[in-house]
């Protein structure tokens, strides 16, 4: 499966932007999808999961309440709606994907053979 992110930006603090992932080669109704990010000089770190059906959804602590993690398999796509924005959610942002039993696992890097290409995210303050 081929994934693409796009949907960066600049925003200010406190702001909200929309993150996709359009997954193509299979039906991405197959896959797990995550949302990680990775800010400059910082390893990479889970953002948000969400399983094949849509029907559970998983969240690092940092974004709880203010991200959410939704998906249109008819469209092959999955969001990440990021609200109220704070200067230290600034990151390139990475879309993965894999197959199997969701669950926590699927929090961490090592779960995802499948990855998309970063997008940048700013938050000015």
């Known amino acids: 499966v081929q994934l693409q992110a796009f949907g960066g930006g600049l925003v200010q603090a406190g702001g909200s932007l929309r993150l996709s992932c359009a997954a193509s080669g299979r039906p991405s109704s197959r896959y797990h999808m995550g949302w990680f990010r990775q800010a400059p000089g910082k390893e990479r770190e889970f953002v948000a999961t969400?399983?094949?059906?849509?029907?559970?959804?998983m969240y690092a602590d940092s974004v709880k309440g203010r991200f959410t993690i939704s998906r249109d398999n008819n469209k092959n796509t999955v969001y990440l709606q990021m609200n109220s924005l704070k200067p230290e959610d600034t990151a390139v942002y990475y879309c993965a994907a894999d197959s199997g039993s969701f669950s926590y696992v699927y929090t961490m890097i090592r779960a995802y053979n499948y990855w998309g290409h970063g997008t940048h995210v700013t938050v000015s303050s």
């Open positions: 969400i399983s094949g059906s849509g029907g559970s959804t």
